[in-house]
């Protein structure tokens, strides 16, 4: 099983970019998927997080109104759209997979997969 999180780079302040995380091995439909970040010296965050087909997504307060999840269970990614970034994005981003929504939250020991980071550095 494999989560591959891909599309970070190097951007400056107020552009878009838009993360992909590839599950293989596994049927992401079956799972609710969410976004977390580290930055350099901090904590491991959670982003965003939607529920089995779509219906429900949460993000955090720092990143609402800029960030939005999607699924393409089709293709087995999720997405990350990310809008107007800031310097204090830069992180590295990495996606995860739980059979329950509720589990993709900071700091849980519930969720069943995580993937290899991809990173996001933000130029002022």
């Known amino acids: 099983v494999q989560l591959q999180a891909s599309g970070g780079g190097l951007v400056q302040a107020g552009d878009s970019l838009r993360l992909s995380c590839e599950a293989s091995?596994?049927?992401?439909?079956?799972?609710?998927v969410g976004w977390f970040r580290q930055a350099p010296g901090k904590e491991r965050e959670f982003v965003c997080r939607v529920s089995q087909g779509g219906s429900r997504a949460a993000s955090a307060d720092s990143v609402k109104d800029r960030f939005t999840i999607s699924r393409d269970d089709a293709k087995n990614t999720v997405y990350l759209h990310m809008n107007t970034l800031k310097p204090e994005d830069t992180a590295v981003y990495y996606c995860a997979a739980a059979l329950y929504s509720s589990a993709l939250y900071s700091g849980s020991n519930a969720i069943d997969y995580w993937g290899k980071g991809t990173l996001v550095t933000v130029s002022s």
């Open positions: 091995g596994l049927s992401v439909s079956l799972y609710a």
